[in-house]
């Protein structure tokens, strides 16, 4: 298991699909690329943002729930990549002992960013899916995906949450 922390959510070109990144403490500083919905992507900018929106979105509700209960997300983990698609677990302590949950990770990272909850990777899914960057993107390229970035929040509706 290699502890993770998590980057920011950034929009892959010419896709423009919406990836969470995450990159490991210590160790290489490998890079594990998610890709994710656009709705998980506006959970996890608006709580890196610290952004209160007007009625709780759901992992915000969650994060609520759980602290009722009096239920404590410990650790958020990516547990496995199987045929292009990621797995990962949230590992809940509660009075009654610990619970491990299965999650998508998209939704694993989301509640971890509201609850500063740490977040690792299993080795095998950064054997097969993290990378090491080479060099830090130029000035340039940073902003164009800032931009794109905000383009895409631009574009979001609340009706996309709907369900």
Do not use: C, W
Not at 123 to 130: P, Q, R
């Amino acid at each position: 298991m290699a502890e993770m922390e998590l980057v920011g959510v950034r929009v892959e070109m010419p896709s423009s699909s919406p990836i969470a990144l995450l990159r490991e403490v210590g160790g290489s500083g490998r890079v594990l690329p998610i890709f994710i919905g656009a709705p998980e992507a506006t959970a996890i900018a608006f709580a890196l943002e610290e952004v209160i929106t007007p009625r709780p979105m759901t992992h915000d509700l969650l994060r609520e729930i759980l602290d009722d209960l009096g239920v404590s997300l410990e650790k958020v983990t990516v547990t496995e990549l199987t045929d292009g698609v990621f797995y990962a677990e949230l590992e809940l302590h509660g009075r009654d002992g610990v619970h491990t949950i299965s999650s998508r990770p998209s939704d694993a990272i989301a509640l971890a960013a509201r609850t500063g909850s740490p977040i690792f990777a299993s080795e095998e899914v950064l054997s097969e899916a993290g990378y090491i960057e080479q060099a830090e993107p130029e000035e340039a390229e940073e902003a164009e995906v800032v931009e794109q970035f905000k383009d895409f929040l631009d574009s979001v509706n609340p009706e996309d949450f709907a369900s």
